[in-house]
């Protein structure tokens, strides 16, 4: 379907990426504070779907939302259902980003969190992305699609590879992550196909930081040197909040949708390849 029209509403790092990525999307960066304004833009765009990811992240990073409780509400639960109010009016289906910061450490049942997982936040940013997913997955015809950390080829100060290669001190902890090629990919086949309830778009696997950091060495910069510690010394050193969430996730409906995503190693280890040849430019 190469005439699917879509609209975005955020103009941030991932909303940016899908934009050139996808000749049919109109990226709008219009502030969004009423039903009324979406409705305008649908108007003037008449888009298929909207994919919404827009939202408040913090800076210089997500601690910040601890204490901009307000702000962080109004841009993370507030704006989606706002937005998802327009869509419904007009007919549009909403496909609206999520995160998989909702879950922290193991899940009740001891294997990878689920769609059908009740989320446990703990940081005020966590807690206002999940009331997000609550009351969206209340609604029909929208899909929301939590990632998690993603990991891209190309530079970006919010692409995970930037980030843990920069710390002089990192902690080598599992999780799940998104890496962005394979994100692209899924969030079009979950707009073309108007999938409706949660997906975790995360691919396949667990990857520790110290894996991805090899990789990082042995294409990117084999001069690379960090210091690893432990959870409790990053925190004691005041280099993060305590409310950080490390977690591994899988998806059960992605399938149901006959959406695949590469294993976490396997995709991982080609990102790096890829990136290696964009920082070489």
Not at 85 to 103: D, I, P, R, S, W
Not at 159 to 167: F, H, M, R
Request: aromatic fraction near 8%; hydrophobic fraction near 40%; proline fraction near 5%.
């Amino acid at each position: 379907n190469k005439n699917m029209k879509i609209l975005i509403i955020g103009k941030g790092y991932l909303g940016t990426r899908w934009a050139e990525t996808w000749e049919e999307a109109i990226i709008s960066d219009k502030i969004v504070e009423t039903v009324q304004d979406v409705e305008e833009l649908i108007d003037i765009h008449n888009p298929d779907v909207i994919l919404n990811s827009a939202g408040i992240v913090g800076k210089p990073n997500v601690d910040w939302c601890e204490t901009h409780q307000m702000e962080t509400v109004k841009g993370n639960t507030a704006l989606p259902i706002i937005i998802a109010e327009a869509c419904q009016n007009k007919g549009v289906y909403m496909l609206h980003m999520a995160t998989g910061c909702v879950f922290y450490g193991k899940s009740p049942h001891k294997g990878p969190w689920t769609e059908e997982d009740y989320g446990n936040p703990v940081a005020v940013y966590s807690k206002a992305k999940f009331a997000a997913d609550l009351a969206l997955s209340a609604l029909p015809n929208i899909g929301i699609a939590r990632i998690r950390m993603p990991l891209d080829n190309k530079p970006h100060p919010a692409n995970l590879i930037d980030k843990l290669a920069k710390y002089e001190k990192v902690v080598d902890v599992e999780n799940s992550l998104t890496v962005v090629d394979d994100m692209i990919d899924v969030f079009y086949q979950l707009l073309e196909k108007k999938a409706e309830g949660i997906f975790h778009v995360t691919n396949p696997g667990s990857i520790k930081h110290k894996e991805i950091l090899d990789f990082y060495e042995k294409y990117v910069d084999k001069n690379h040197k960090n210091e690893w510690i432990t959870e409790q010394e990053l925190v004691r050193l005041g280099l993060a909040d305590k409310k950080r969430s490390n977690n591994i996730m899988t998806s059960l409906n992605l399938p149901k949708y006959d959406i695949k995503m590469r294993p976490v190693k396997e995709a991982v280890e080609d990102t790096l390849r890829k990136y290696a040849k964009q920082v070489q430019k």
